[in-house]
């Protein structure tokens, strides 16, 4: 007689995870937004830089849901350069640039590439781990002097069961806007963008 309520609490707890995990098998087109918090000045004194974004991730898959496991792919249909170049364009606006999508002009021309956009799991004893990373590389030439440097942003956060699609898209889109703001207010690309 007291297996039941034991039995019942055990199969109400598989019910609950089931449930939980669910998610975890439907595929996921992310919505993504790169909204980097950047602090306004004037350093770029009205200099005009053309910004070109590149996509150099091996796979369009940034991840698959779950946690610790291979479920459903995460990818996005949207253009992750434009983006990524559109935000560059807002953030360098607001140091004071007069930023502009490289469109073949020759003069300074800041090319960035995203190397990495990556959603990974693990499971930690009884809790799992939901990491997102964002890598790019910027890189530009000026009179014989070439400046290149990566910047990442990183994302860590504890779960115990699969993250809904609007928690996935949070910790990419926190990820991304890590990478671009680190880009955008690094001291040396700043003050090389406008010797």
């Keep these: 007689m007291c297996y039941r309520p034991t039995l019942t609490l055990l199969l109400s707890f598989l019910a609950v995870a089931v449930i939980g995990a669910g998610c975890a098998w439907v595929p996921q087109s992310a919505q993504l937004k ?43 249909k949207q253009n992750l350069s434009v983006l990524i170049r ?63 440097q990566t910047y990442a942003g990183r994302r860590k956060e504890t779960t115990i069961e699969a993250p809904r699609a609007r928690t996935n898209e949070r910790l990419l889109n926190e990820a991304l806007a890590e990478a671009v703001k680190s880009l955008i207010e690094d001291p040396r690309l700043l003050s090389f963008l406008t010797e």
Excluded: C
Aim: hydrophobic fraction near 40%; charged fraction near 20%; proline fraction near 4%.
């Design 34 to 76: 790169v909204v980097p918090t950047v602090a306004p000045s004037e350093q770029g004194r009205g200099v005009t830089i053309a910004i070109e974004v590149l996509d150099r991730r091996m796979t369009t898959t940034i991840g698959r849901r779950g946690v610790d496991s291979e479920y459903a792919p995460i990818t996005t």
């Design 86 to 148: 559109n935000a560059l364009i807002a953030g360098y606006a607001k140091k004071g640039f007069n930023a502009i999508p490289h469109e073949g002009e020759l003069g300074r021309v800041l090319t960035v590439e995203l190397n990495t956009l990556a959603y990974t799991t693990d499971m930690d004893f009884w809790k799992g781990i939901v990491m997102t990373d964002a890598v790019l590389n910027a890189s530009m030439m000026k009179s014989g002097v070439r400046f290149e």
